[in-house]
């Protein structure tokens, strides 16, 4: 319990007025002395006992596309044998706060209230702890404590309706290795290999088991399976603030149009993010998630290094960037995917091929998704 700004100057004009009523000898110094010495201690006695009550949270949904609504259910019980006066929960929302006025509480009764979370902005939201305060009805004094646990709020980047382009080359065990080892499970042989606890009995290879005189099983791998890579831009000197949600808008819409319709894609960003899962509604909240944290940051080039070595290439790549660029930055890519395509964000509007890589010019992320369906269809 502690008394608030208003409390302390109460105390403390009560106090000099009193000094001032003996030094004067003024009785109306001392009686207005009384009364706000009296309201203080009042105001103790009413906050002195904290609210003794068990209280629940449950976000709704935990994960929300950004305008969307998002509601909290706040259980309150009174688990005790006393009735519990009314009080103010606040709950936090990231800079926002929620308070809710909770009516007062028999023995063993339970209410539910509802509130709004904040969702107009992108982002990865922590919700709580809850604040359980009591208040006098003058508010000179507050007694608050924290309780319940700290839920997280993911504010997804808005979507919009797209038309998605993949791309791959097949492969099977006489041409070589798939161009990613991660695929495992087709009928595709890629190896003969000894066996490890957790291999699949009917994979065992038992001509190779006799012949070397221990358990050998047979490694498979799927061909290149269509996918789908998208670069986004996270430098902050071709994409202002503003024009960088709408790149994130675009790269979401993309990546979750491919993962339901069951592609592997992969999502990279300049800033060194590099993420990647098969198609499917877990991939397209994988990759929801990842975008919902991205942030911007200053970076050398828009190409990075991860995309330009190694053997994981082939299929489609989009690039989402802003409407200002060179041709030239999209040269390393070129020979690298079958199917190139630059998404540009900002004043400049049209469709053209260039380099052998399609261009997308626009000033939204839904006009450029409009655009880039028109060229798909």
């Given at each position: ?14 106090l000099a007025l009193?000094g001032?009523?003996?030094l ?19 105001a ?7 609210p003794q009550v ?9 994960r929300?596309?950004?305008g969307?609504?998002a ?5 309150v ?11 103010a ?5 990231g800079?926002?706060w ?40 003058l ?6 404590k ?5 839920g ?20 099977h ?11 495992r499970?087709?009928a595709d042989?890629?190896d ?5 606890v ?14 070397t005189?221990?358990?050998?099983v047979?490694?498979?791998a799927?061909p290149d ?14 994409l ?36 990647a899962?098969?198609g ?5 909240r ?13 970076d050398?080039?828009?190409v ?5 070595t190694?053997?994981s ?6 690039v989402?960037?802003g ?9 390393p ?7 190139v395509?630059?998404i ?26 409009q ?7």
């Amino acid at each position: 319990m502690r008394l608030t700004g208003r409390g302390i100057a109460v105390l403390v004009s009560s106090l000099a007025l009193y000094g001032l009523g003996e030094l004067a000898g003024y009785a109306v110094f001392r009686a207005l002395a009384g009364i706000g010495l009296g309201a203080v201690l009042a105001a103790v006695v009413l906050t002195l006992r904290q609210p003794q009550v068990t209280v629940h949270r449950v976000l709704s949904p935990d994960r929300v596309e950004r305008g969307r609504p998002a509601l909290a259910t706040l259980r309150v019980r009174n688990d005790g044998t006393r009735r519990q006066a009314s009080f103010a929960a606040r709950d936090s929302a990231g800079d926002a706060w929620k308070e809710v006025r909770v009516r007062q509480l028999g023995p063993g009764i339970e209410a539910t209230y509802r509130y709004e979370l904040p969702t107009s902005r992108r982002g990865r939201i922590e919700v709580g702890p809850l604040t359980l305060e009591r208040r006098d009805p003058l508010g000179l004094t507050r007694n608050s404590k924290a309780t319940g646990e700290v839920g997280t709020l993911w504010v997804h980047p808005q979507r919009h309706p797209t038309k998605t382009v993949v791309a791959g080359r097949p492969r099977h065990h006489h041409v070589g290795r798939t161009a990613d080892d991660s695929l495992r499970g087709s009928a595709d042989l890629r190896d003969v290999r000894p066996y490890v606890v957790g291999d699949e009995v009917r994979h065992l290879h038992w001509k190779a088991t006799a012949r070397t005189g221990q358990l050998m099983v047979r490694d498979y791998a799927d061909p290149d399976q269509p996918r789908l890579t998208v670069l986004l831009d996270t430098r902050t000197e071709p994409l202002p603030a503003a024009t960088f949600e709408e790149a994130v808008e675009v790269a979401a819409s993309i990546l979750v149009a491919a993962s339901a319709a069951g592609h592997r894609c992969r999502f990279v960003t300049t800033a060194g993010a590099d993420f990647a899962a098969p198609g499917g509604a877990v991939a397209s909240r994988l990759f929801l998630d990842e975008l919902c944290i991205v942030q911007q940051r200053d970076d050398a080039g828009l190409v990075p290094a991860v995309l330009t070595t190694g053997t994981s290439a082939g299929g489609a790549i989009v690039v989402v960037t802003g409407a200002r660029g060179s041709a030239a930055d999209l040269a390393p890519l070129l020979s690298r995917y079958s199917s190139v395509t630059a998404i540009g964000l900002g004043p400049l509007q049209g469709v053209a091929p260039i380099l052998g890589a399609q261009v997308v010019l626009a000033a939204t992320a839904r006009e450029a998704l409009q655009q880039w369906t028109g060229v798909l269809r």
